[in-house]
């Protein structure tokens, strides 16, 4: 079976449990640490297989597969490297589909929600082809006399790439394209709950012509992550997950002289002024609040309404939540739901009890989805869309990242006090302004402490020729994500100073013979 066919497979017994391998050095290598972690369908709540945890035999093997391949690659010529650029591009877009239902199958969003995170990585390697325009160093002729001084853009080595579950495709491609573009070779540990999704990217490696060990797929777990940050062989980290690992690859990577860029969590607020389209308000608030079931890094967790509005715009938000169809999101009968189940069980108690916790701090539970069932899906890792009202802005449940379909609403008199709560919060990734006044539009983009402002946009993830990345704890270094902080990141530049005698007079300067 190709990786596209047993990743959507369900495993029957446990003795069908396939172990999901490593890719070393080209190829799939079988695992024999004897540690494994399981991978479920978060629909059915079956396993469908288990993935390898890497020992330090297997970390060793990866970099040292990864060193062997950059040897190679680095010397490759630019045009050589764009042609097998090219090939992975148009790969990945006759065949996104397969990867589209892997995704799904491992991470329960609806198949429609996939193909979108692969197309906003396709973005990043459609950028990379072009990378040609940002390796080009400057040149300043004569900057003394008979002196030249000019810089070139060299790749960093072997890099490490750690990403998370809820973007098995698309955060790695954040990365991955520009930093091969550049002449590095990657190892990426993908996150040990969708691991599948790595794979099949890394046999599209294969087929578009990229040599052996150049992209490389360590699977496991603090082990294998520890292992990249500690050795010497790996130049950089590039993490995305939640805030406390981002601090910690952070700190442990730069111990360790490495460069590193970690994205960590958020809490993303939407700022509701009343002169602000309340329809439009309604489904930008829902689309961005519960796809994925809430869990994307510039979800929408809190609506700032701007009174008198929030009545008005809970019950819009209200209509709409009682239309959302929750299910597979692989789909039945050819219809998609709007929603598919969260990644584990025990992810679900986790939003469930922030639920509690607000309840239990005083706020309005307004749309309640503790508790929900699909039918045919009885143990599946459901969670139905929750609305709360009036949440106290001292509770966890508002100061902590829930990760999952809730979206809480938070009444404010004015605009400074919205301003104020946003600015106040420890993340910084993404937040929006809704309204018609482009004054106060214009005030708040200069205003939020926030790296990503959407303007009547709810989810104002940039294009790939800008970059992405958030402030505060949103963000740990200073280089985000693509764009050319991602060019920037993977290469090192270096600055010659020259000079060459002059062949007519053999002087130095080209024509007084004196030194200058
Ligand atoms: P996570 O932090 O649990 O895991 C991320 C990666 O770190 C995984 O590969 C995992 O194996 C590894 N890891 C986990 N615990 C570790 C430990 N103790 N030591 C070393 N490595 C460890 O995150 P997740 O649950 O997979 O993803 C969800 C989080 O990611 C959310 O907080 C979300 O906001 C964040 N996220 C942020 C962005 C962004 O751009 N800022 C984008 C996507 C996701």
């Known amino acids: 079976m190709s990786i596209a066919e047993t990743a959507v497979a369900t495993a029957t017994t446990e003795a069908d449990v396939r172990v999901i391998p490593h890719w070393i050095d080209g190829g799939e290598r079988a695992s024999t640490s004897g540690r494994t972690a399981p991978v479920y369908n978060p629909a059915t709540g079956a396993v469908s297989a288990q993935v390898a945890l890497a020992d330090e035999a297997e970390i060793d093997a990866a970099i040292a597969s990864a060193l062997r391949g950059y040897e190679v690659w680095s010397q490759f010529s630019l045009a ?36 979108g995170e692969i197309l906003r990585g396709q973005e990043v390697v459609e950028l990379a082809t072009g990378f040609p325009h940002f390796l080009k160093g400057a040149f300043s002729e004569n900057a003394s006399s008979g002196i030249d001084v000019y810089s070139l853009k060299q790749p960093l080595g072997v890099v490490g790439i750690i990403s998370p579950f809820n973007f098995p495709a698309m955060v790695p491609m954040w990365f991955f394209p520009i930093a091969i573009a550049a002449g590095n070779a990657v190892v990426l540990k993908p996150s040990e709950k969708d691991p599948s999704a790595a794979l099949w990217l890394a046999a599209l490696w294969r087929e578009a012509g990229l040599p052996d060990g150049v992209f490389t797929v360590l699977q496991g777990d603090k082990l294998a992550v520890d292992g990249l940050l500690e050795s010497p062989d790996v130049s950089s980290i590039s993490f995305v997950g939640s805030t406390p690992i981002a601090q910690y690859i952070y700190e442990t990577a730069s111990k360790h002289g490495k460069r590193v860029q970690a994205l960590g969590g958020a809490k993303n607020h939407m700022l509701v002024l009343p002169d602000a389209d309340l329809e439009l308000v309604a489904d930008q608030a829902v689309n961005a609040g519960y796809g ?31 239309r959302l169809r929750i299910g597979n999101g692989a789909g039945a009968d050819g219809i998609e739901p709007d929603m598919g189940p969260l990644i584990t069980d025990v992810h679900r108690d986790k939003v469930s009890e ?35 009202d009036d949440i106290p802005t001292t509770s966890r449940a508002y100061q902590e990242e829930i990760f999952g ?55 104002p993830v940039p294009v790939a020729y800008h970059s992405f990345g958030g402030w505060k704890q949103s963000l740990f270094g200073d280089a985000k994500a693509y764009g050319a902080h991602g060019f920037d990141f993977f290469t090192r530049e270096k600055a010659i100073t020259s000079r060459w005698l002059d062949p007519a007079t053999r002087s130095h300067s080209g024509h007084t013979g004196i030194n200058l």
């Open 405 to 459: 379909p809730v979206l809480s609403v938070v009444r404010v008199q004015s605009y400074d006090e919205g301003i104020e709560l946003i600015n106040s919060g420890r993340f910084g990734n993404g937040t929006a302004i809704f309204t018609n006044d482009g004054g106060a539009a214009r005030r708040f983009q200069n205003e939020v402490q926030v790296g990503m402002i959407g303007i009547n946009v709810p989810i």
């Open 292 to 322: 994925a079931a809430g869990e994307r890094c510039m979800a929408i967790s809190v609506v700032l309404a701007v009174e008198p509005v929030a009545d008005d715009l809970i019950g819009k938000i209200q209509e709409r939540i009682a």
């Open 80 to 115: 050589r490297r764009q042609s097998v650029l090219f090939s992975f591009r148009e790969l990945l877009n006759a065949r996104k589909r397969e990867l589209a239902e892997i995704i799904t199958a491992e991470h329960g969003k609806v198949v429609s929600d996939a193909m």
């Open 354 to 388: 922030y639920v509690d916790i607000a309840e239990a701090d005083g706020a309005r539970i307004v749309v309640d989805g503790r508790g929900l069932t699909v039918e045919g899906h009885e143990d599946g890792f459901f969670f139905g869309p929750t609305l709360i």
